[in-house]
C-alpha cells in the first residue's frame, strides 16, 4: 500500500483508512491473536509504505472501534477478535458456537402471547391482531453480552414454548428457538430471507448489551419458514457490532456458502 502517488482528490485521513482496513482484516483472519502486539509502528510503515503519522491515525481508528489498545512504551495490542456467524445455512447461535458447551446462555426478557402488530401479521401471513409468541432475550457469549433477539411466532405453533422458559437445560434460556421448534415442537424449518443494516443503539439496549448509547450495531431482521413455506418466526436481532462478523462465501452463479 504505498502513499507515494498522491491523488488530486485525496484527503488526509484516506491512508489512515486504508491502512486500517487492511490491519482489521488481519486481525479478523487470525493472523494476530488476541493480546499478542501488532509490529511496531516503523515496522508498519515500512511495510505498507506509509508514513508514521498515517500509521499512527490508522491505529487510532482500530483503537477506537475497540479492536486494539495503546500501551505507551509497549505498543499496539489486539484486544479480541470478532466472533464469526457464517450466513451458509439457517442456524441459531448456540449451533454456531456448539464447539464448547456453554458458550451461548440466554436470559428471558420476555416471553408471552400478544396480539400481532400489523406489520408482523404481514409477514407471518396471519390475521392482523391474531395471537402470537412474542419472546426476547439477552443472549451472552462466553460470559458476555452479544445479543438482543426479539422473536414472533405464530402462537398456534410456537405457545408450547412459553412452558420452556423456566427449563434451563433444554428451555429458552439455553437453546436456540429453531433447535426448540425442530426438537421439541417436531416442526421441519426449510429456508429464511433476511436484511442487515447498521442501527445505533438505544439508551435501553445499550445497558443491556453494555455498549455506549448509539454505540454501532447490527440489525438483523430474519423471517424463517417452516419447509412447506409457512412462516414460522419473524424476528429482530442486534448484534454488538464490535464483537461479531457476519460471513458468507457468494457466488455469481450458484448459491454461497460459509467463509
Known amino acids: ?35 499478542a502486539p501488532l509490529p511496531s509502528e516503523h515496522d508498519l510503515a515500512s511495510q505498507f509504505g506509509a508514513s508514521r503519522n498515517v500509521v499512527r491515525d490508522a491505529l487510532d481508528l482500530l483503537r477506537c472501534e475497540g479492536l486494539v489498545r495503546r500501551v505507551p512504551g509497549a ?51 396471519i390475521e392482523a391482531g391474531a395471537s402470537v409468541v412474542f419472546i426476547e432475550r439477552l443472549r451472552s457469549l462466553d460470559g458476555r453480552p452479544l445479543s438482543l433477539d426479539a422473536s414472533y411466532l405464530p402462537a398456534e405453533i410456537a405457545s408450547p414454548l412459553l412452558g420452556l422458559v423456566p427449563d434451563r437445560e433444554s428451555g429458552l434460556a439455553s437453546c436456540d428457538v429453531f433447535a426448540l421448534l425442530e426438537r421439541t415442537l417436531g416442526v421441519e424449518l426449510g429456508m429464511a430471507s433476511l436484511c442487515i443494516e447498521a442501527v445505533g443503539a438505544d439508551a435501553a439496549t445499550a445497558q443491556l448489551l453494555d455498549v455506549v448509547p ?15 413455506g409457512r ?28 467463509g
Do not use: K
Open 75 to 125: 505498543g499496539t495490542f489486539v484486544t479480541v477478535r470478532r466472533a464469526v456467524h457464517g450466513l451458509d445455512r439457517l442456524r441459531g447461535l448456540a449451533e454456531t458456537f456448539d464447539e464448547v458447551p456453554d458458550r451461548v446462555v440466554n436470559r428471558v426478557l420476555a416471553a408471552e402471547v400478544v396480539p400481532a402488530p400489523e406489520h408482523v401479521a404481514h409477514r407471518l401471513e
Open 1 to 35: 500500500m504505498s502513499t507515494q502517488t498522491v491523488s488530486p482528490h485525496r484527503r488526509r485521513s484516506d491512508p489512515a483508512r486504508w491502512l486500517a482496513d487492511v490491519l482489521r482484516a488481519q486481525i479478523e483472519d487470525g493472523a494476530v491473536a488476541p493480546d
Open 231 to 258: 412462516p414460522v418466526d419473524f424476528e429482530f436481532v442486534r448484534y454488538r457490532g464490535d464483537r461479531l462478523s457476519l460471513t458468507a462465501w457468494l457466488s455469481r452463479h450458484g448459491e454461497g456458502v460459509e
Open 214 to 228: 448509539a454505540a454501532p450495531l447490527l440489525l438483523v431482521t430474519r423471517l424463517a419458514r417452516l419447509a412447506d
